[in-house]
């Protein structure tokens, strides 16, 4: 009587494992790009609520008006914070407070969008006066490449972020 030791796996057995192991790397993968979509946008549009903030309080610290701008080349805008009503901020030291640059990505056209007509504030700028209250209104709308859009948006009393839509990414609807 002949014993016969099977160890290992046959060549079929392996191909359809790494099969199986492809199409959910596959699927992971698509997934995984929606939640890096998400985050992109969640993070940016927190920075532009706090960089709004930000600019509400030096103004009140300063005494002194306040820019948070909004800058364009092509489909890549930037964001700036400064005392000057005119700012570049594709410019080195245009925008800057106490000499400090204070610019920052906002979109890059490939991930993020502002589509037009989604930056309403009167000449792509934020300014805020140091009285309570004085500041000019407006929103900016992000998308990102998922298609899904949030709000910031400056009202007479506060500053927001919401989605324009439906709620979502933890954001009520606007």
Not at 85 to 95: E, L, Q, R, V
Not at 105 to 113: A, E, I, S
Request: hydrophobic letters at 40%; aromatic letters at 8%; charged letters at 20%.
């Amino acid at each position: 009587m002949k014993i016969v030791n099977n160890r290992g796996f046959t060549l079929i057995e392996l191909i359809i494992t790494l099969m199986i192991l492809g199409i959910i790397v596959a699927i992971s993968t698509s997934s995984f790009q929606g939640i890096l979509s998400n985050q992109a946008l969640t993070h940016r549009v927190d920075k532009v609520y706090y960089t709004l903030q930000l600019a509400r309080s030096e103004a009140i610290k300063r005494n002194k008006k306040v820019y948070v701008h909004f800058c364009q080349q092509g489909d890549v805008w930037k964001m700036g914070l400064s005392e000057l009503d005119t700012c570049d901020c594709f410019i080195a030291n245009s925008c800057h407070l106490d000499g400090i640059e204070k610019v920052q990505d906002l979109v890059d056209g490939k991930t993020l969008f502002i589509k037009n007509g989604d930056l309403t504030f009167f000449g792509s700028q934020a300014s805020y006066l140091p009285l309570r209250f004085s500041a000019n209104l407006g929103r900016v709308v992000i998308t990102n490449s998922e298609e899904k859009s949030l709000s910031i948006i400056q009202s007479k009393m506060r500053v927001r972020a919401c989605s324009p839509d439906e709620p979502q990414l933890g954001y009520p609807k606007c």
